[in-house]
């Protein structure tokens, strides 16, 4: 006789739909996989990333450096920031 699984919503559940902490790093995991999956080299300045993210500028901003080795700051006259897909290709743009 098998034990029936407990039916509801775990506490998983429930931060995967309200808390920060776990839905903008998703967020942002998923945009990253999406970016790579259509070209591994592929990029994206900030603005266009948070877009595809579907997430705020203060949310990003708020967990950015945990995605540091996706980033490239430009240099010159119009700093920007650009998103890699891929970190060993962020790593070979700086």
């Known amino acids: 006789m098998s034990t029936p699984k407990p039916t ?11 808390d920060k902490n776990v839905i903008v ?18 990029w994206s300045y900030e603005s266009d ?4 993210a579907g997430i705020s500028q203060t949310d990003l901003g708020a ?7 996706h980033i490239v700051e430009t240099t010159g006259k119009n700093t920007k920031l650009v998103w ?3 970190a060993k290709v962020a790593a070979k743009v700086r």
Not at 26 to 41: C, F, S
Not at 49 to 52: A, I
Request: aromatic share 12%.
């Open 8 to 18: 509801g919503k775990t506490l998983a559940d429930f931060r995967a739909a309200h």
């Open 25 to 42: 790093p998703a967020k942002i995991k998923k945009a990253l996989a999406d970016m790579e999956a259509e070209h591994p080299e592929n």
């Open 49 to 52: 990333f948070m877009k595809r």
């Open 63 to 69: 967990f950015r450096d945990q995605f540091a080795e």
């Open 84 to 86: 890699f897909a891929s």
